[in-house]
């Protein structure tokens, strides 16, 4: 039995996918056939990422969107599926942090973080499951993280979405496995990102951020990963190789989740 790792003729819709992760995914799974489309929030951003895709020699389609505004995201979700054609990978990629001790984090940076990071998944989802329904399969992908499984200090509203992310995957894969959905996570390790560029700033010294240090002690590789290293369990989770995974979170983590950490010197 051949194993198909192919995404052609398949539409992928990644979300918050302008740079970053998203990008990378989106680009590892456009070298595997399938046809991109994503949305970031301003129009700027969805034009430089259409640049960016067109650089890679990779024809996307852009459409601005806020993840958070249910009526934009069906609008969009419509938009695409009359304009590209009916989504058959999603990606719950776009996310934000708020790195603050929790006790001087207000209620509404809270639910702000929630809103993007937990319910966003939810809104986006809820649009494009009935139509993979309708035609008999679907992927769903919810980037996931680290803090699914550990909390740290200052990003209590992130772990608590991201936990719950994990549930939102395990149940959506509960509810609708028996129409060959499949919806699973990608736990990333610690990437380098513009969203983690604060944790590996160089001191006034132009010594290592303190945190950098920490994360290579802490990362078997003994280095930060790259986001091009997350389009290979992508394309994994989006083709039909991985039909009978459901539910999994894949921590695609150089390990961190396996290692009690270096020994300090
Ligand atoms: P990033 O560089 O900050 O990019 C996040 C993307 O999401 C941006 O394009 C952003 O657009 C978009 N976005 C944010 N809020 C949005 C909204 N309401 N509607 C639409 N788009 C929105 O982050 P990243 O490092 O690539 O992370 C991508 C995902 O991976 C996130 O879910 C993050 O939590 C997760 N993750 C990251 C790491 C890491 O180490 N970097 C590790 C584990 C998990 P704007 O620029 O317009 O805000
Ligand atoms: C942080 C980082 C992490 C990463 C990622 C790890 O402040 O600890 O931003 O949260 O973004 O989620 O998997």
């Known amino acids: 039995m051949s194993v198909n790792f192919s995404l052609e003729g ?82 719950n990629n776009a996310g934000i942090i708020k790195r603050i001790p929790m006790c001087e984090m207000t209620a509404a940076e809270f639910r702000q973080v929630i809103d993007v990071d937990l319910n966003a998944p939810f809104i986006v989802s809820k649009a494009v499951i009935p139509s993979m329904i309708e035609r008999g399969h679907g992927k769903i992908i919810n980037i996931c993280s680290m803090m699914s499984e550990l909390g740290r200090e ?55 951020h303190p945190f950098d240090a920490f994360i290579v002690a802490k990362t078997p590789a003994e280095r930060w990963l790259q986001p091009e290293e997350l389009a290979g369990p992508a394309v994994f989770l989006a083709s039909e190789a991985s039909n009978a995974v459901n539910g999994h979170i894949l921590y695609v983590d150089g390990g961190i989740l396996a290692y009690i950490g270096k020994q300090p010197q």
């Open 154 to 208: 200052t990003v209590s509203a992130y772990a608590a979405a991201k936990g719950g992310l994990k549930m939102l995957t395990r149940n959506i894969c509960s509810e609708y496995g028996k129409y060959n959905i499949q919806c699973n996570g990608i736990g990333p390790g610690y990437i380098e990102t513009p969203q983690t560029a604060p944790l590996r700033e160089r001191q006034a010294d132009g010594s290592r």
């Open 10 to 91: 398949k539409i992928a819709f990644v979300t918050g996918a302008s740079y970053g992760i998203g990008f990378a995914i989106a680009s590892g799974m456009a070298k595997a056939g399938a046809k991109i489309v994503f949305n970031d929030i301003k129009q700027e951003l969805v034009d430089k990422g259409i640049a960016a895709y067109k650089e890679a020699g990779i024809d996307a389609t852009g459409y601005v969107c806020d993840v958070t505004d249910e009526d934009a995201v069906n609008a969009t979700v419509e938009k695409i599926t009359k304009e590209v054609g009916p989504i058959d990978i999603l990606v």
